[in-house]
């Protein structure tokens, strides 16, 4: 009989458990208490959309959409494509689902996106983010305050030691379009240094020349002329305006005037939340505002600002997490006791106790194995001449707690 070959999880995707998935949960409950914190709703969008709302919103030459992207035809021939971040979905949602009326918009989501990357530590082909937008709010008290919901988030997961908020304005239309000409006039000048993925931006997308990793284009990047020479005035006042609320609130920044988003509805304020614990991974929430990004998809001209982290690059920078345990362990010392470990189990969830019963093995040794589970209060229950009897270890107030769940005539705990 030819042996069964057991299927393997596929290359860059991840089965999440044990210490990993405690690491996760952290980061999600810790979104969800900030998001509350900070009065924004959770939404939900498709995990997968027509190819198109990524292509015009991501940009048909940038990595993502032309190498990285799961695209795929379904039997309709539609094409489709798995989600590689959430911004897009929501801005097509907000479009076609009437969602203007509500504006402006404070929302949240996480869940899974896919890229098709070379997985490393920290990078994977199936991951997970958090993502929190304002849509249809102009002013720079938006940007504000979901930058203060990052630090508050960072600082609530204990992780924001080390972590530097890197700020920078990429202005307003007038700005970019000035500032854009002056960068291809300089790489231009030096086309012949260039490498040739600088000269394939050139003439598509100038800005991410300034993103190049590549020894050859360096030189030339670092000494591109800076945006601050081209800002207008409302521009430049939009920018003091998020610098000045973000010293208000202590929120600590510098700012990273190469730090540049290539499309041409970003517009303002871009930052990056950036570390050195993580090696090459070093960025652990970015985003930005995208004021063109809507209007971009077909929709009214409607501004927004937005941020998304990668849920398990965070977790990598928790502290050691604890294992969960019970805050209440039934040993069953006799098994005639089982039912009303049950009856027991049954009445401490309904009063908020998380509980376990240990009633397998050797009763002599349940015990034991309750007091292994580390839970808070450890009770035990055993048969006498017919008679069931109750003993507990664990904090006094607790015990005294716990005995009003026995039945009439058992004798308290404590």
């Given at each position: 009989?030819?042996?069964?070959?057991?299927?393997?999880?596929?290359?860059?995707?991840?089965?999440?458990?044990?210490?990993?998935?405690?690491?996760?949960?952290?980061v999600?409950?810790?979104?969800?208490?900030?998001?509350?914190?900070?009065?924004?709703?959770?939404?939900?969008?498709?995990?997968f959309?027509?190819?198109?709302?990524?292509?015009?919103?991501?940009?048909?030459?940038?990595?993502?959409?032309?190498?990285?992207?799961?695209?795929?035809?379904?039997?309709?021939?539609?094409?489709?494509?798995?989600?590689?971040?959430?911004t897009?979905?929501i801005?097509?949602?907000?479009?076609?689902?009437?969602?203007?009326?509500?504006?402006?918009?404070?929302?949240t989501?996480?869940g899974?996106?896919?890229?098709?990357?070379?997985?490393?530590?920290?990078?994977?082909?199936q991951?997970?983010?958090?993502?929190?937008?304002?849509?249809?709010?102009?002013?720079?008290?938006?940007?504000?305050?979901?930058?203060?919901?990052?630090?508050?988030?960072?600082?609530?997961?204990?992780?924001?030691?080390?972590?530097?908020?890197?700020?920078?304005?990429?202005?307003?239309?007038?700005?970019?379009?000035?500032?854009?000409?002056?960068?291809?006039?300089?790489f231009?000048?030096?086309?012949?240094?260039?490498?040739?993925?600088?000269?394939?931006?050139?003439?598509?997308?100038?800005m991410?020349?300034?993103?190049s990793?590549?020894?050859?284009?360096?030189?030339?990047?670092?000494?591109?002329?800076?945006?601050?020479?081209?800002?207008?005035?409302?521009?430049?006042?939009?920018?003091?305006?998020?610098?000045s609320?973000?010293d208000?609130?202590?929120?600590?920044?510098t700012?990273?005037?190469?730090?540049?988003?290539?499309?041409?509805y970003?517009?303002?304020?871009?930052?990056?939340?950036?570390?050195?614990?993580?090696?090459?991974?070093?960025?652990?929430?970015?985003?930005?505002?995208?004021?063109?990004?809507?209007?971009?998809?077909?929709g009214?001209?409607?501004?927004?600002?937005?941020?998304?982290?990668?849920?398990?690059?965070?977790?990598?920078?928790?502290?050691?997490?604890?294992?969960e345990?019970?805050?209440?362990?039934?040993?069953?010392?006799?098994?005639?006791?089982?039912g009303?470990?049950y009856?027991?189990l049954?009445?401490?969830?309904?009063?908020?106790?998380?509980?376990?019963?240990?009633?397998?093995?050797?009763?002599?040794?349940?015990?034991?194995?309750?007091?292994?589970?580390?839970?808070e209060?450890?009770?035990?229950?055993?048969?006498?001449?017919?008679?069931?009897?109750?003993?507990?270890?664990?904090?006094?107030?607790?015990?005294?707690?716990?005995?009003?769940?026995?039945?009439?005539?058992?004798?308290?705990?404590?």
């Amino acid at each position: 009989m030819a042996r069964i070959e057991t299927p393997r999880r596929v290359r860059g995707t991840q089965d999440i458990f044990g210490d990993e998935q405690r690491r996760f949960a952290r980061v999600v409950e810790a979104f969800e208490h900030v998001r509350r914190l900070y009065c924004f709703s959770q939404v939900q969008v498709p995990v997968f959309e027509s190819t198109g709302v990524f292509a015009r919103s991501m940009g048909e030459t940038s990595d993502v959409v032309s190498k990285e992207m799961y695209t795929f035809p379904d039997r309709g021939d539609e094409l489709l494509t798995l989600r590689p971040e959430f911004t897009a979905g929501i801005c097509r949602a907000y479009i076609t689902e009437g969602w203007q009326q509500f504006a402006p918009l404070k929302l949240t989501t996480h869940g899974p996106v896919f890229r098709y990357e070379r997985p490393q530590k920290g990078r994977y082909r199936q991951f997970h983010q958090i993502d929190a937008e304002i849509i249809g709010a102009a002013e720079p008290q938006a940007d504000v305050e979901l930058l203060t919901m990052a630090d508050q988030l960072l600082k609530e997961l204990g992780i924001a030691e080390g972590v530097t908020l890197q700020l920078n304005t990429l202005g307003d239309a007038e700005t970019r379009e000035a500032w854009r000409a002056a960068l291809v006039a300089h790489f231009e000048a030096h086309r012949g240094e260039l490498s040739e993925d600088s000269l394939t931006r050139l003439e598509k997308n100038p800005m991410r020349i300034l993103d190049s990793k590549d020894p050859r284009d360096r030189p030339i990047a670092d000494s591109a002329p800076d945006i601050d020479a081209y800002l207008t005035d409302e521009a430049r006042a939009f920018f003091d305006a998020v610098t000045s609320g973000l010293d208000a609130a202590g929120v600590a920044w510098t700012r990273n005037a190469r730090l540049v988003r290539g499309l041409d509805y970003y517009r303002h304020t871009a930052f990056e939340f950036v570390t050195d614990r993580l090696g090459a991974q070093g960025t652990v929430l970015a985003g930005g505002r995208y004021d063109g990004l809507i209007g971009n998809l077909g929709g009214p001209e409607t501004p927004g600002v937005g941020w998304a982290a990668g849920i398990e690059r965070l977790g990598m920078l928790l502290a050691e997490p604890v294992a969960e345990a019970p805050a209440v362990a039934i040993a069953i010392e006799d098994d005639v006791a089982v039912g009303e470990g049950y009856r027991l189990l049954r009445e401490l969830r309904r009063h908020g106790w998380s509980g376990e019963m240990i009633a397998v093995g050797s009763p002599k040794k349940r015990f034991d194995k309750a007091v292994k589970t580390g839970a808070e209060v450890v009770l035990s229950i055993r048969s006498q001449n017919g008679t069931l009897s109750y003993g507990g270890r664990g904090p006094v107030d607790a015990l005294s707690r716990l005995s009003r769940l026995l039945p009439p005539g058992a004798a308290p705990l404590a």
